[in-house]
T-cell receptor, first 113, second 115 residues
Framework: AQSVAQPEDQVNVAEGNPLTVKCTYSVSGNPYLFWYVQYPNRGLQFLLKYITGDNLVKGSYGFEAEFNKSQTSFHLKKPSALVSDSALYFCAVRDPQGGKLIFGQGTELSVKP | ETGVTQTPRHLVMGMTNKKSLKCEQHLGHNAMYWYKQSAKKPLELMFVYNFKEQTENNSVPSRFSPECPNSSHLFLHLHTLQPEDSALYLC??????????????FGPGTRLTVT
């Protein structure tokens, strides 16, 4: 069965430092991977996706994610965190059979000044 | 977020009430979705519509009844809910059908509390 794991419920980072939010996946066939962000009292916003090609994917707000097939990971990264990046981050994998998105449980990112 | 709107933003209802959630997308998309978001749990897909036709019902109890009159509007009719149904209900849309690789665009959600 397809699944996504976000091993950290919360990540704390100081402003200006690099950040990483971890995601691992399990899927049969080619993985199609997504990152979404949810700010308080808002819906999810699309950040970036990996379909094929370059393993390093660049997305919105300076975020990027690295696809690693051997480690079945798709970690979200940003070189320099901002306080405004504080939010809930969701990794998702597309089910190759039915097409629906399977979400992880989310990681709360807190960036302190 | 103006691409996908949801009303109401907050709803408190008793277990015997009947209410409806509304979603509208202004993006010209062909697929629409209902998700349930509960604290500390992954998003749960409830229903999927492609070109107004329901293509997925993810074992959702019959007290939740979706309706999709056209590609731009999606409703979720609620009746005789239980307290455990309290959650944030998110609507989303995507350009092509749910089988494509397009990203989904989400509305702000309706915070539902069942008393």
């Amino acid at each position: 069965a397809q699944s996504v794991a976000q091993p950290e419920d919360q990540v704390n980072v100081a402003e200006g430092n690099p950040l990483t939010v971890k995601c691992t996946y399990s899927v049969s066939g080619n993985p199609y991977l997504f990152w979404y962000v949810q700010y308080p009292n808002r819906g999810l916003q699309f950040l970036l996706k990996y379909i094929t090609g370059d393993n390093l994917v660049k997305g919105s707000y300076g975020f990027e994610a690295e696809f690693n097939k051997s480690q079945t990971s798709f970690h979200l990264k940003k070189p320099s965190a901002l306080v405004s990046d504080s939010a809930l981050y969701f990794c998702a994998v597309r089910d190759p059979q039915g097409g629906k998105l399977i979400f992880g449980q989310g990681t709360e990112l807190s960036v302190k000044p | 977020e103006t691409g996908v709107t949801q009303t109401p933003r907050h709803l408190v209802m008793g277990m015997t009430n009947k209410k409806s959630l509304k979603c509208e997308q202004h993006l010209g998309h062909n697929a629409m979705y209902w998700y349930k978001q509960s604290a500390k749990k992954p998003l749960e897909l409830m229903f999927v519509y492609n070109f107004k036709e329901q293509t997925e019902n993810n074992s959702v109890p019959s007290r939740f009844s979706p309706e999709c009159p056209n590609s731009s509007h999606l409703f979720l009719h609620l009746h005789t809910l239980q307290p455990e149904d309290s959650a944030l209900y998110l609507c989303a849309s995507s350009r092509m059908t749910s089988g494509s690789l397009d990203e989904q665009y989400f509305g702000p959600g309706t915070r539902l509390t069942v008393t």
